[in-house]
C-alpha cells in the first residue's frame, strides 16, 4: 500500500478562519512533508518532518502552523491566511532515514484544493 | 541550493510518436533523481528514480530516463507515446547530504504533455 490520504480534498475558508488540513500514511514512513502547489506551478517544498521532529521549515509565513501528532499523521494549522494561499496543498512521505540525507523517494496524496476568500 | 530545469514546457505529439523530455539539474554533489507524473485530476505518482548504478532507469508504463553525470542531466524518453499519457511531467533532485538536511526535493516546472489521436 503506497497511499496516502488527505482531508478534505476541498476547503473555503475566510480570512480570519481557523482550519487544519490532515494527512496520514500507513506505510510505516517516518519523513512527512508539506507541499504548496499554484496553478500551473511544480510543488514548492514548505515543511518537513523526520521522526516526528521538525527539522525544515522554508521560510513559511507563522499562519501555517505544522504538527506531527505521531509517525503516521501530519497536519497543518492555517489562521489568518491571505487570498494568495489560495493553493493545492500536498502531502507527502518517505522512508526516514534519521539525518535527513534525502535517501528517499517520496510518495504524494491527492491534496487539499484550499481557497481562501 | 540545488535547482532543476526543464526546456520544454508544452510539447503535443501525436499518438505512436516517440517522446524525450528534457531535465538540467545544478547541484555540486550527489543527487537522487525522480521522474513525477501528474494526471489530469490525479495526484503526483512517481514514475522512475535513479539513485546510483546503471544510469538507464525503467519505469512504469515504458517510460525509461537516462542520467548523463557529465551533462547534470536526467532525461526521459519513452519510444511509443499513447494517449493515455497526457499528463504533466515534472523533473526533480534531492541532494544527498550526509549529514543531514538533504530530503529537499526540487521540482522542475513541468512539461505539459498532450498526446493527440
Known amino acids: 500500500d503506497t497511499e496516502v490520504t488527505q482531508t478534505p480534498k476541498h476547503l473555503v475558508m475566510g480570512m480570519t478562519n481557523k482550519k487544519s488540513l490532515k494527512c496520514e500514511q500507513h506505510m510505516g514512513h517516518r519523513a512527512m512533508y508539506w507541499y504548496k502547489q499554484k496553478a500551473k506551478k511544480p510543488p514548492e517544498l514548505m515543511f518537513v518532518y523526520s521522526y516526528e521532529k521538525l527539522s525544515i521549515n522554508e521560510s513559511v509565513p507563522s499562519r501555517f502552523s505544522p504538527e506531527c501528532p505521531n509517525s503516521s499523521l501530519l497536519n497543518l494549522h492555517l489562521h489568518a491566511l491571505q487570498p494568495e494561499d489560495s493553493a493545492l496543498y500536498l502531502c507527502a512521505s518517505s522512508q526516514g532515514d534519521f539525518l535527513g540525507q534525502g535517501l528517499y523517494e517520496q510518495y504524494f496524496g491527492p491534496g487539499t484544493r484550499l481557497t481562501v476568500t | 541550493a540545488q535547482s532543476v530545469s526543464q526546456h520544454n514546457h508544452h510539447v503535443i505529439l501525436s499518438e505512436a510518436a516517440s517522446l524525450e523530455l528534457g531535465c538540467n539539474y545544478s547541484?555540486?554533489?550527489?543527487?537522487?533523481l525522480f521522474w513525477y507524473v501528474q494526471y489530469p485530476g490525479q495526484h503526483l505518482q512517481l514514475l522512475l528514480k535513479?539513485?546510483?548504478?546503471?544510469?538507464l532507469v525503467k519505469g512504469i508504463k515504458g517510460f525509461e530516463a537516462e542520467f548523463i553525470k557529465s551533462k547534470f542531466s536526467f532525461n526521459l524518453r519513452k519510444p511509443s507515446v499513447q494517449w493515455s499519457d497526457t499528463a504533466e511531467y515534472f523533473c526533480?533532485?534531492?541532494?544527498?547530504?550526509?549529514?543531514?538536511?538533504?530530503?529537499?526535493?526540487?521540482f522542475g516546472t513541468g512539461t505539459q504533455l498532450k498526446v493527440e489521436l
Open positions: 535513479y539513485f546510483s548504478g546503471d544510469p
Open positions: 547541484y555540486g554533489g550527489t543527487v537522487n
Open positions: 526533480a533532485v534531492t541532494p544527498i547530504i550526509l549529514t543531514g538536511g538533504g530530503n529537499k526535493l526540487t
